[in-house]
């Protein structure tokens, strides 16, 4: 990489090290003082250096930001030292929920309901509380539902820039059985008067609890 501005170049290593999310080269620009364009240029070739090197380290561009990242490689030797993110992994039915909202959103409970045939309340409110998923409006046509969309720390949490980064949905697409089963549940969905917003004790879903969707923690 171009050595030109070696103080442009340890003083972003010295931000990416310290920050705890993505930080845009905008905003490391003004920090710094520097053109954006510097900035950038420079915090790409930190990226290329740091891929060829094969550091233990990574400089990524992740959810309009950059951040450094430990290398995959090596990720058996981080688990065994330190505990996982938020101390507790992601449930089965929490993975599950989380896939459909972020392929589907924006989408309601009763949505995500539907696609799992199982009550996703419990998982979703766990989500939510991780930060992965948030309210992002309400459905107007059905009864005003709650809509629910991914988050920023989503797209940092995966890795990921944008959520066009997301792998295309047919790789992970089922049997024609289920494929049949999961469109037979949407389109009753679109006829279906349930207030799905409603409190806990009118709640009118008639989807049976799966104990996984309960059982958060591993």
Do not use: C
Not at 84 to 93: E, Y
Not at 153 to 177: I, V
């Amino acid at each position: 990489m171009s050595r030109e501005d070696p103080a442009v170049r340890g003083a972003l290593e010295a931000l990416l090290f310290v920050t705890d999310e993505p930080v845009g080269a905008s905003r490391l620009a003004t920090i710094l003082d520097r053109p954006v364009a510097t900035v950038e240029k420079t915090l790409e070739a930190l990226a290329a250096e740091y891929a060829a090197d094969d550091r233990g380290f990574q400089l990524r561009q992740v959810a309009g930001g950059w951040r450094l990242y430990t290398h995959p490689a090596y990720s058996a030797y981080i688990e065994d030292y330190v505990l996982s993110w938020d101390t507790r992994r992601l449930s089965q039915a929490a993975l599950e929920a989380l896939a459909v909202i972020a392929y589907h959103q924006p989408v309601s409970r009763q949505g995500v309901n539907a696609v799992r045939g199982v009550n996703s309340e419990a998982v979703i409110s766990s989500l939510i509380e991780k930060g992965l998923v948030r309210e992002s409006g309400r459905d107007k046509n059905a009864g005003n539902a709650i809509l629910y969309g991914t988050t920023r720390t989503f797209l940092e949490r995966f890795g990921l820039k944008d959520l066009s980064e997301l792998p295309p949905l047919a790789e992970f697409a089922p049997d024609p059985d289920t494929e049949r089963a999961i469109r037979e549940r949407l389109n009753a969905l679109e006829g279906s008067s349930l207030d799905i917003d409603g409190d806990d004790d009118e709640d009118t879903e008639t989807l049976e609890a799966d104990d996984d969707d309960i059982d958060e923690l591993d």
